[in-house]
């Protein structure tokens, strides 16, 4: 059913209708009963999809990734589609407008997209502002970078800014500094920035009553000493974990036709061309530094097998964004229902 839906909507702007659906989904919450009937059809309710991660408690392991809800507009309504949790952003100090459109673009041969949004949001104010209206009791992570107009001599600022004005209000934190379409942002993946910026947030977060878990997002495109770094900065650091990987810059292995892809200019590559890579990270992290933190697995996840593959390479909890694109909200119904079958005969 899902494929006849998905076929239309790839007729039309991929921007556009991403701003059409999140509309239907707001309007259907409105219908009395609606999302009590989505509940009953997407959520698999089991004790042993319950997971105990960095001091939270999800209902199920697999959640949806930052990017999908920027705003923070929709997460009630999503709750409903069967996710254990919801990470909103990236959001920013100030408002921004994100790069110039397009923006956002299908490469469908590949099943995969190319997004150079820009950190395009309404800032952490507004953010704010719907988060104190929630009403369901989902688990919100808040996902913060920096504005482009600040310089990275300046990037703590931005994030001390945000950390302080979301700590209220989601129950995580996931620090953007890998995605690609920010200039000069993944500078600040470097070990002395990064260690710097974290060390400082790792101080704020301390000065609380009750601190609140801070979790690292990385790029695919690292090397193997670069992980190697991370997995130190984590320990020195001590955040509670990696959210792995976010979208790559690289374009090798593709099928959609190369000048197509040309065409279509920078921006960072998510779907399937990033599950294998994703996965790589993932286990890397989890067998050289001894499982000793969590792993949040991201990219490429399109089935439950997908999902699987991520869990079983050390991630603890998953999260979908292109998938559930292309694949649609049964997918997060296929990924709970494959690991209570693999619990079931493990």
Known sequence: MYRIVRFFLFLFNPELIHHI????????????????????????????LVREVFGLKFDNPVGL???????????????????????????????????????????KEDSGIINRMGFNNQGIEAAVARLRRKKTNIIIGGNIGKNKVTPNDKAVNDFEICFEKFFPHVDYFVVNVSSPNTPGLRDLQEKAPLTALLNRLQELNTAKENRKPILLKIA?????????????????TKIDGV???????????????????????????????????????????????????????????????????????????????????????????????????????S
């Open 65 to 107: 990734a930052a990017g999908f809800d920027k705003d923070a507009k929709l997460f009630d309504e999503l709750a409903s589609f069967g996710f254990g949790f919801v990470e909103i952003g990236t959001v920013t100090p100030l408002p921004q407008e994100g790069n110039p459109k397009p923006r956002l673009f299908r490469v």
């Open 220 to 236: 695919p495109d690292l090397t193997n000493e670069q992980l190697d770094d991370i997995i130190e900065i984590v320990a020195d």
């Open 243 to 345: 959210v792995a990987t976010n979208t790559t810059i690289d374009r090798s292995g593709l099928k959609t036709d190369k000048n197509k892809v040309d065409a279509i200019g920078n921006g960072g590559l998510s779907g399937k061309p990033v599950r294998e890579r994703s996965t790589e990270v993932i286990k890397y992290l989890a067998d050289k530094s001894n499982r000793a933190f969590p792993i949040i697995g991201v990219g490429g996840i399109h089935s439950a097998e997908d999902a699987l593959e991520k869990l079983d390479a050390g991630a603890t909890l998953v999260q979908v964004y292109t998938g559930f694109i292309y694949e649609g909200p049964a997918l997060v119904k296929r990924i709970n229902k494959a690991i209570l079958k693999k619990h079931l005969s």
């Open 21 to 48: 659906t999140f509309k239907m989904i707001k309007i259907a919450g409105m219908i009395p009963g609606k999302m009590w009937t989505l509940r009953l059809f997407f959520k698999v309710k089991d004790t042993r």
